[in-house]
């Protein structure tokens, strides 16, 4: 029998609601490992917060690795060191920020270690955001001036409304095609990358590293986001609580959701 790989999205998918791992997941996962079987934490999270849960669920050992940003950043666990990061090209982040600003729109962007906010964005969305995923946040003035490299990923955040973030999203398409790709992570986010990256090129990228027939892989998400890993994945599952788009893109939708173990559900149907 060849190698398994089961690829998870973090949050709506392994995570609860309060952002917590149920024991039937927990048990689950390990009972996976037990077989032999390679999880990866797949997360548009950065990777400090990414890494964090897979520490928490034992994922950081001989063999664990981490796809963050929704597929900027490949880490090597055992190894501890990046094996795969893109980024985006300073000019088109700087475009996309100047068109943030003139229509009001909040965006963040990172640094290796923080989230980074320019002084117009709304300390109370920072706040929000940082809280959730575990990390801080500090100001900078200008992102042409104060980034020490060119960042993986930008971020529009509105907690309030979605229309503002749709007409981005819509400029983005028009005006920056070819330079950068845009999709929703949530009804609050939106998230603008490097062309071409995204969770489910990671998924392909990583198997083909640790020799793993694409065929011998499951992902599991949620969002938009994690279209492009459902379809990747030589078993692609979407759960009871997904958005339309990932269901349809699924090969199996579970019974149960986020909240009641539906990553048990996968593992035992494909791997137990």
Not at 92 to 107: F, N, S
Not at 191 to 208: H, I, S
Not at 242 to 247: S, T, Y
Request: net charge negative; glycine share 8%; charged share 30%.
């Amino acid at each position: 029998m060849g190698k398994k790989i089961l690829f998870l999205d973090l949050d709506g998918t392994l995570l609860n609601d309060q952002k917590e791992i149920t024991d039937g997941n927990r048990q689950a996962i390990h009972q996976a490992l037990e077989r032999g079987v390679r999880i990866v934490v797949t997360s548009g999270r950065p990777l400090k917060s990414s890494l964090a849960q897979a520490r928490c669920l034992g994922l950081a050992d001989e063999g664990c690795y981490v796809i963050a940003y929704n597929g900027g950043v490949i880490y090597d666990c055992s190894g501890d060191c990046v094996v795969h990061r893109e980024t985006l090209e300073p000019e088109a982040l700087y475009r996309v920020y100047d068109e943030a600003r003139r229509r009001g729109v909040y965006m963040q962007t990172y640094d290796r270690e923080d989230v980074v906010i320019e002084p117009c964005c709304d300390e109370d969305f920072a706040r929000r955001y940082c809280s959730v995923i575990g990390l801080e946040w500090r100001r900078i003035e200008d992102v042409r001036r104060d980034l020490s490299e060119p960042p993986v990923k930008a971020l529009a955040i509105d907690y309030q409304r979605r229309e503002p973030l749709e007409d981005m999203e819509r400029w983005l398409q028009t005006e920056m095609a070819g330079r950068v790709d845009c999709f929703f992570s949530s009804r609050y986010f939106l998230e603008v990358v490097p062309v071409g990256m995204n969770k489910g090129a990671a998924v392909t990228a990583l198997c083909r590293q640790l020799g793993i027939d694409i065929r011998d892989s499951v992902a599991a998400g949620d969002e938009n986001n994690d279209v492009s890993m459902i379809r990747a994945a030589g078993v692609g599952a979407a759960m009871a609580n997904a958005v339309a788009a990932a269901k349809a893109a699924a090969d199996y939708v579970t019974a149960r959701d986020n909240n009641h173990d539906g990553i048990a559900e996968v593992i035992r149907k494909f791997f137990l």
